[in-house]
């Protein structure tokens, strides 16, 4: 059976790397919607097999139409999610998929009275040939029991990508860390096999961007399972020497040695991204990840036509979204010249 998607709404670039894993996995595009003639323009030379939609009715009411795929402004993607859900489809965000305590419940309740997949696009785990090789490395018990995780997600906020307005406003995107720190947090439950976990504590505040008071540029925060803990950073500060829009970091700390992964960029070393080291009792070397097959387009069209979780359990998705919003809320703000506070 071909699973058919449609795509609706390109707010961010992500739609492009939704749209290629979905159709590396053999499943078909039938229709997309975006009201922006721009970017509808640009996807449509991309991908001219599609066909543009009128409204967004046109494609929740088909019912040759197995899942739906977004990139639209972040705050938007909820209710959307809710309404492909209410009209029977499997529904595919970009990240953050849910920017509000409030959208989480919705979803949640839609989600266990429809039995739809909800899922989002981490694509720093899904879509990095060193993230899956790790993976496929703890999973070996390569380091033994992963204790502690510490990642880094930098990024540039001006000059190496046009950013959108919204990127400017947190109320569109929930804040920096539900933003940013989504990846991190759902990296941090895979690797340490959590099934929840908790905030210590959180920080955020604008540092660097001051013509932008309605967002932040830091945020950091701690987090602890049963088993591990973790600590997070992410922020919009890459200097404009870095050739790429962010040095990604991820330090796994296992009971028998212990990895670093340089996703993007190895900085005056080894060309190209997916870097990845490895410490253990008998040796340190540089792991080559070019094997590392990127598997999650396939699984997600799989669990459509088999409604299975092999990407992700859905109680792992809404986790996820649920723990970043919780470090958002409790964030601390270091902001110059404006009020400290934990309530945000």
């Known amino acids: 059976m071909t699973i058919r998607f449609a795509a609706i709404g390109f707010a961010h670039s992500h739609i492009y790397g939704q749209v290629n894993a979905l159709l590396n996995a053999g499943a078909e595009l039938v229709s997309y919607y975006e009201d922006d003639d721009r970017l509808a323009g640009q996807f449509a030379e991309r991908f001219p097999q599609a066909q543009r939609a009128r409204e967004i009715a046109e494609i929740l009411e088909d019912d040759t139409i197995d899942m739906v795929a977004s990139a639209t ?16 489809k499997d529904y595919f965000a970009d990240k953050p998929g849910i920017t509000s305590f409030e959208q989480l419940a919705d979803v949640r309740r839609v989600q266990a009275e429809t039995e739809r997949i909800y899922t989002i696009y981490f694509g720093e785990r899904f879509n990095n040939h060193a993230t899956v090789k790790a993976g496929q490395l703890v999973h070996e018990g ?40 989504s990846h991190q947090i759902d990296q941090f439950l895979h690797f340490t096999d959590s099934t929840t976990a908790e905030i210590i504590a959180a920080q955020v505040g604008n540092f660097k961007h001051p013509q932008f008071p309605l967002m932040d540029d830091y945020g950091d925060f ?11 950073r992410v922020d919009w500060m890459t ?3 870095l050739d790429t829009w962010g040095d990604v970091r991820l330090f796994l700390l ?7 992964l340089r996703k993007n960029i190895d900085i005056a070393g080894r060309p190209g991204e997916s870097h990845l080291f490895l410490v253990d ?12 097959a990127l598997t999650y387009g396939q699984q997600l069209v799989d669990d459509v036509r088999n409604r299975t979780e092999t990407t992700m359990t859905q109680a792992h998705c809404f986790r996820v979204c649920e723990l970043a919003l919780q470090a958002e809320a409790m964030a601390v703000d270091l902001t110059p010249d404006r009020n400290m506070n934990l309530g945000r």
Not at 222 to 232: L, M, V
Not at 254 to 260: A, H, K, L, R, V
Request: aromatic share 8%.
């Open 142 to 181: 390569a380091i033994g029991r992963v204790v502690q995780m510490v990642g880094f997600g930098p990024h540039r906020l001006l000059g190496f990508l046009e950013r959108p307005a919204w990127t400017f406003d947190k109320q569109y995107f929930g804040g920096i860390i539900n933003d940013l720190a």
């Open 73 to 88: 402004i972040p705050n938007e993607r909820a209710p959307l999610g809710i309404q492909v859900m209410q009209h029977g």
């Open 254 to 260: 296992g009971t028998d040695g212990y990895m670093e």
């Open 222 to 232: 701690t987090i602890r399972s049963a088993t591990a803990t973790g600590h997070i």
């Open 239 to 241: 200097p404009e020497g």
């Open 281 to 292: 009792k008998n040796s340190t070397r540089y792991i080559d990840c070019s094997d590392a």
